[in-house]
């Protein structure tokens, strides 16, 4: 399951725009991370969002919104619905391109929802 | 499946943890599983008092709500038929206690342990809770020293019941949980998607242990089943130590045997990105001394 999970996120994972992917559980638990820089580059929004993420994980899912983001500086933060229980997380610099990184996420989250879900 | 070897281990009998903590339990430890109702603590505790039967180590089963027949049930409806004649040979020994009568320091659980246990012994108690529910943190000694006597005894499993709002922080908990050699924690969600339910090692103490989250089923016939451990495999970064040396301009001559054998250790783990680890080890520490 997790190296599947892997694959799927490879494109992610490997555009240089990206600092880290990361599917948080709806209890907040991390289940997969990955990180493209050193720790210590990101470690003080990391924190920031593991303190957050239980309280946006339940706006999202209530609210049903396809996705919500966020801005430190020049970092962006995306959160994606993948299932009734699942969130992906990608931290990216702001340069990224937004419509080649919207398309990549958008094709990871639908793989694994069927994944996930196994529909 | 990796190979361990030249490792003392207690092979735990659910399929993919072992690779999980470096091999399975080490000898002679308590092994905390902690989780909330629903989780698969009893399942797993069977599936390691069971393996123990497989390999001819003589396995105790301490419950507070299961006797014989309650166990046999249990195992009948995982397709776990042998149990049955294990416990009838004394291969497995099933005692029910009663949670009002007994604490930890309780004569006849004791007794009971240290008269049919030898030192390979696989003890488990399901749950452990009872036994320490109303426990505070002064107690901390007395738990300290039950689980000495038990260590004495063989490898035993201890399962604690995780409370619904999940505060880790009563006595209860987080005593047998610093107390303990290791810890894994089941959790299940109960939306009965991929990640629902999971297993995570907190801590082996004298041990490698994968770090992460990783899913898990429950299989009839099979018990506990832990997906991940390819991960853990593919996840493995060969370490060319001639190829670092270079790069940084020095032989292995230079360095002390100490040096040499630490860094060899963290090579062989071959963890993600464990090659930049030792480049920066070596060029900011260890060739300054």
Sequence with gaps: MLSKISNILEPLTEDEGVKMVVLYRIDGVPIFARLNVPKREIAPTLYWLEKQIKDMLYQIFSQNLDEASFKFGNTKIMLYPVSRTIILGIMADEETSAYKLDIDIRTSCKEMESLITGN | ???WVNRMRVSTGV??????LGGGFLPNTINVVLGSTGTGKTIFSLQYLLKGVEVGNKSIFVSFDMDEEGVIKTALALGWDEVKDYIAEGKLLVNKFYAENVSYVNNDLLNLLMTESNKNTRIVIDSFTPMISSLNFEMRNDVNWFFNKLRELGTALVTLEEPLNGDLGEAYVSIP????DSVIQLKNIGYGEAFSRTLRIIKQRGSWHAEGVFPYRI???IGVYIEGVEYIIES????NL??????LGIKRS?????VLAKIEKLAK???RGISQVITDLLKNYLLKK
């Design chain 2, 254 to 258: 230079d360095l002390s045997s100490s």
């Design chain 2, 1 to 3: 499946m990796i190979n």
């Design chain 2, 242 to 247: 001639e190829e670092i040396f270079n790069e």
């Design chain 2, 177 to 180: 949980m610093f107390l303990g």
């Design chain 2, 15 to 20: 399929y993919g943890l072992d690779d999980l």
């Design chain 2, 219 to 221: 299989l009839d016939g």
């Design chain 2, 269 to 271: 783990m071959g963890e």
């Design chain 2, 236 to 239: 493995k970064e060969e370490v």
